[in-house]
């Protein structure tokens, strides 16, 4: 047994499965063809993505995360449009924007992803009931 803290043991393994996360789309992005200088680019920036995210969220609250996300959807849609794909107006503004709206709602209503005010089940079969659920988070910030 270690002999650190729960915060500390907490904080370690946050940072292992950070760089896991980060790390794991870098090698693919290599495997794949990408250079070096260019996974390594991808890792980095991960890595500030989600510090940011988790800064966002010590700062602000709960759900501020999605509020970063969603805006970073939409800067990258409208910068897309910009540059000659507008296709990528039908799924980065519906995402991103219900991504801000989300992340919003519930710091303007205090929620926290402990005291979700619905609890999701997947009541039905394999199918239904994934898709019950996934309607209801779609819908949960329209609730509050």
Do not use: K
């Amino acid at each position: 047994m270690t002999g650190g803290s729960p915060t500390s043991l907490s904080a370690r393994e946050h940072a292992r499965t950070l760089l896991r996360e980060a790390i794991v789309p870098g090698v693919v992005l290599y495997l794949l063809g990408s250079s070096l200088r260019f996974a390594i680019i991808t890792v980095v920036a991960l890595v500030v993505l989600d510090l940011s995210m988790d800064a966002a969220t010590a700062v602000v609250g709960d759900y501020a995360d999605n509020v970063v996300l969603g805006s970073l959807t939409l800067a990258f849609t409208g910068y897309l449009a910009v540059a000659g794909f507008p296709p990528a107006l039908v799924v980065g503004v519906p995402v991103g924007g219900w991504l801000c709206f989300d992340g919003v709602q519930h710091l303007r209503h205090g929620e926290t992803r402990d005291d979700l005010s619905v609890l999701y089940s997947h009541d039905g079969g394999p199918l239904t009931g994934i898709l019950r659920a996934l309607g209801a988070r779609v819908l949960e910030p329209f609730r509050l």
